[in-house]
């Protein structure tokens, strides 16, 4: 019901940036949360970073703290991965959640929408 829109995907050499961006259509962030999972080949989808978008409180994973910085802008109902020191280890597709989750923000389950997912490579 909620459209989320990704970009920002891409090739980079380890050591370099990317910052990802995920726009939302027809509704606003309002009262909710916004998360950036990962999916690598063959494993499970995993938790990176989660915004809540009326106080902005951050959540990171310990293996992109102090890297990864998420953030939102109100006006362009968009939220931000901000992706530095990109290692090898981080390639996999990316996908944006929003919803109201009523439990554990660490949880794919929690979430009710989703983005179609955007390919960050990492080359050593």
């Known amino acids: 019901q909620v459209p989320l829109v990704e970009s920002g995907g891409g090739l980079v050499q380890a050591g370099g940036f990317l910052r990802l961006s995920c726009a939302a259509a027809g509704r606003t962030f309002s009262g909710g949360t916004t998360a950036w999972f990962r999916q690598a080949p063959g494993k499970e989808r995993e938790f990176v970073a989660a915004?809540?978008?009326?106080?902005?409180?951050?959540y990171y994973a310990d293996s992109v703290k102090g890297r990864f910085i998420i953030s939102r802008d109100i006006a362009k109902n968009t939220v931000y991965l901000q992706m530095n020191r990109l290692k090898p280890e981080d390639t996999a597709v990316y996908y944006c959640?929003?919803?109201?989750?009523?439990?554990?923000?660490?949880?794919?389950?929690?979430?009710?929408?989703w983005g179609q997912g955007t390919q960050v490579t990492v080359s050593s």
């Open positions: 959640a929003a919803g109201k989750p009523s439990g554990s923000y660490l949880s794919h389950l929690s979430y009710d929408y």
């Open positions: 915004i809540t978008w009326s106080v902005s409180v951050r």
